[in-house]
């Protein structure tokens, strides 16, 4: 994204600006000690680097960013796309082409939990809790994950509001689409069952070749196609630990430029990406995965009822986790209800 010719001055005191939350749709970076207003973006950016941007100190009291960052939904001046407080003298880097940030550095540790999703399961306690907006890559895992992701894709194409109006595009990495389950789910919501069908975009693979091909070099182009504002890939570990993958150091290296592609894409294209992971095979994939994407999450069905752990996300503290239980049952019993 460029953004020299694109840079606005923001007013230097968040009370300064409109925050109106009922019309939201930026992202607002301020120091919470002195309340000085640093960046006030449309498109999600990672609080690193936000906090390298102004050498991780506050121009207002001079506090390090890391332990003062915030974030916070903010309405944006019309036709603006961002804004950056005037002592900030390379807004562009912001938004830095090529590899992100590596997933160990701080998201910031006192970013506020307040946003509404921009894409909603219907299913309250999930939707406060995983907060999916634009410009992230989210990654499920557990085997309720594949049932949680034919939702989110069905209700992506949903007409505003409550959904996106928008096609979908499937990658199918673990053989696991399930037309019947789309199918069910369009009817509950008094959709076209076909016209749904259509705006699914499915794509298999059968190698961690062809599936890496997929992410790389064909997803891009299909989301520009269709305009879709979700992609899913589901169960990507699966062809990368096949026991026909004989080169498992190649296939790890792959697998990891494949999830740094799509943090890209997804902050890029402003969408959300959703990864399903069903089942835990590499413990280095699953660790690459949790601490790459935007927001990690596990599912984990106890028979009786689902838990949710929520271990990253940008509205959380660093290294800390958030849990939800289903109010005594399983996510399927949700989705049959």
Known sequence: MGTRNTVEPLQPKTWQLDQDRSSAQGYLYSCSLCDEALVLSKLFINPRRVQLVFLDTCPGCGFELEKTLKVQPSALPPGKRL??????????ELFVPGEPLEAKLSRGSTLLRDFQSNLATGIEVLDETLA???????????????????????????????????????????N????????????????DQERTKLRIHLSRAFTHHQLSSLITDELAQAVDQCDARLAIISDITALF?????????????????????????????????????????????????????????????????TQVHVTRHPFIQEAKTEMVTLDNQTLTRYLQS
């Open 83 to 92: 804004l950056t407080n005037t002592i900030c003298k390379n807004g562009e």
């Open 241 to 305: 630990c096949d026991p026909d993958v004989k080169e498992k150091r190649e296939a790890f290296d792959l697998f990891s430029r494949n999830i740094r592609s799509l943090v890209i894409l997804a902050e890029q294209r402003n969408m959300i990406i959703v990864v399903t992971n069903l089942q835990s095979r590499s413990k280095a994939m699953d660790n690459a995965l949790a601490q790459t994407a935007h927001v990690s999450a596990t599912l984990d069905d106890k028979g009786v009822h």
């Open 176 to 191: 696991v689409f399930n037309a019947y389950t789309m199918s069910k789910h369009a009817f509950s919501l008094g959709l």
């Open 132 to 174: 999916l907006r634009f410009g992230q890559l989210v990654s499920l895992q557990g085997e309720a994950s594949n049932a949680l992701s034919h939702l989110i894709c069905v209700r992506a194409i949903n007409p505003l509001p409550p959904g996106l109006d928008s096609d979908v595009v499937f990658v199918d990495g673990g």
